[in-house]
């Protein structure tokens, strides 16, 4: 807000910091700055993902604890103050000049995590038998495999588990759930990627391995070679910092059953990232079936699917991740498509 970056200026006597804190170029600052930036966005945009961990980059910079928790508070109050004046509409007062009135487009504003925000009237919502066909035509025609679709939504996967986790995901506890089939490969993806990145990371199988599909079994193979552990048994009540359901995907059919509807049970409570669509939302019918997942976030594939609409309280926040469709290939089921990708492989729909 402009009061603030005119505080920032008169505090600091530096006129280009409050740009270059909004811009959320914190490479710029010094270490101590760059270290009290990266925690006042991760308290203003996921409180709640926030540990005692997540302390540790500002007593490295040298704060002590009644240091951390000054900080602690004035971002805390700055938040308050904003949120009471945009939620009364409070406009800056007739002296501020013109010029500053008009909204400026900076990077970290209207986002979660960082990730750009689209409206959702601006992008087409795929059928389950238009996204088949994209998928088909993604296989045969275009010669980009599953297993490179599977990739590039496993690792979008993680990037949103490490935004929804305040940016970090070192010694977080990460249950992911997999079905037999395309979905439960990018959970596998994902769940490499943030193993490598830190995370304590448990697999969850919804099926034995010799009822999964060969590209699917393929990462399985990986993430045991990795030794990342993978179970049959039901999680334990252990709790964990997130959830990610990759059981089912756009072709599920049903009431979910057996170990699925297991594992969709023992997941209400936890904070749960879905991929594509949320367990127990049957794509083809637009029914949300009993047990589903109730997702935090949902992040969903090449184009969102129109089922998603119907079911808001199952989504959550709605994230569309880019696994590399070409335009062309809508185009070829009728569809005009401009990518929303410019700015990164995941924005927010909204």
Known sequence: MVHHSEAIVRESGDASLAETVVSGRFGDLDPRRAALCRYAVHLTIAPAALGRTDLDPLRAAGLDDRAIV??????????????????LGVELETHWPEGLRVHRNYPLAGRRGGFPTISAGSIPWLTVEQMREIDRLMVEEYRIDLSRMMENAGRNLAVLARALLGGTVRDKRIMVLTGPGGNGGGGLVAARHLANAGAIVGISLGKPPEGTA????????????????????????????????????????GVPRARF????????????????????LESST??????????????????????LRGAPEA??????????????????IGISFASPFAEGPIVRVK
Not at 261 to 278: F, M, N, Q, Y
Not at 315 to 332: E, K, M
């Open 214 to 253: 060969p590209v699917t079994a393929e990462q399985l193979a990986i993430v045991r070679a990795l030794g990342i552990s993978v179970s049959l048994e039901s999680p334990g009540k252990d709790q964990c910092d997130l959830v990610i359901d990759a059981l089912l995907g756009y072709s599920q059919r």
């Open 261 to 280: 509807a297991e594992l969709i049970t023992w997941s209400k409570g936890h904070r749960v990232l879905a991929l594509d669509v949320p367990s127990g």
């Open 70 to 87: 000054d900080v602690n508070q004035v971002v805390s109050y700055f938040n308050y103050v904003n949120r009471v004046a945009d939620g």
């Open 286 to 307: 637009g029914d949300l079936h009993d047990p589903h997942v109730l997702a935090e976030a949902t992040l969903t594939l090449a184009l969102p699917k129109a089922t």
């Open 315 to 332: 989504v959550g926040d709605l994230y569309l991740g880019d696994i590399s469709v070409p335009a062309t290939a809508f185009g070829r």
